[in-house]
């Protein structure tokens, strides 16, 4: 059972570089979530989906933007990297709003 | 507004019971999740109490809300150096897409 998987594990970019960041979950779960986890801070919310071609904002979703053009993955985007957003990115999924999240071993992204 | 503290640190000797505590303010929450992470690794889900309940054991672990207080406690029995790691406590809100409100982490450490 692979549950939640994320890639890449590890990415050092520059400043005003872009990439993405994939989750893929095997579960056929309906929501899915993508968090930041800073020292010191609990996971802050940035984009969530509740369906395939459905996403919206979180807490803190300036700088980035998500897809879910398949039920199974969520993308999420940075298009001009700053080094504001180093940060260990966690993607979760779930499948009712009443279950428990389950979550990816993370993704670790440092901006010079 | 919508908080969950934890306190930052807890240090118990191996074999003792651990107890880590969390508040929160929004008397709306659902569900109160207890996650654990590890070293370098994602979130794991430990243990989660509905909100009209006050208390669940697992094994190891009794989970006790005081809905009054606002105050979750996760009591980790006969404490083990497997046990040393980050603990967070999390509340779901009422509503929408299981929003996930979550604490800074205790981080327990467990000595011989």
């Known amino acids: 059972n692979a549950g939640v998987t994320q890639t890449p594990k590890f990415r050092v970019l520059k400043t005003g570089q872009s990439m993405t960041l994939l989750c893929a979950q095997d579960?056929?779960?309906?929501?899915m979530y993508w968090y930041r986890q800073d020292p010191g801070m609990g996971l802050r919310l940035i984009h969530y989906?509740?369906?395939?071609?459905?996403?919206a904002k979180g807490e803190v979703p300036d700088g980035y933007n998500v897809s879910r053009l398949k039920k199974q993955n969520f993308l999420l985007g940075l298009e001009s990297a700053a080094p504001s957003q180093t940060s260990v990115y966690f993607c979760a999924s779930t499948p009712t709003e009443s279950q428990p999240q389950h979550f990816g071993d993370g993704t670790r992204l440092s901006i010079l | 507004g919508e908080d969950v503290e934890q306190s930052l640190f807890l240090s118990v000797r191996e074999g003792d019971s651990s107890v880590i505590n969390c508040t929160y303010t929004?008397?709306?929450?659902?569900?109160l999740y207890w996650y654990k992470q590890e070293p370098g690794a994602g979130l794991q889900l430990l243990t989660y109490?509905?909100?009209?309940?006050d208390m669940k054991q697992d094994q190891r672990l009794t989970v006790l809300l005081n809905k009054k207080d606002k105050h979750l406690s996760l009591r980790i029995a006969d404490t083990q150096t497997g046990d040393s790691a980050i603990y967070f406590c999390a509340e779901s809100m009422k509503g929408g897409y299981n929003k996930l409100i979550f604490g800074a982490g205790t981080r327990l450490a467990v000595h011989p």
């Open positions: 109490i509905f909100s009209n309940m």
């Open positions: 989906s509740v369906g395939e071609g459905t996403t």
């Open positions: 929004d008397s709306s929450s659902t569900y």
């Open positions: 579960m056929n779960h309906e929501y």
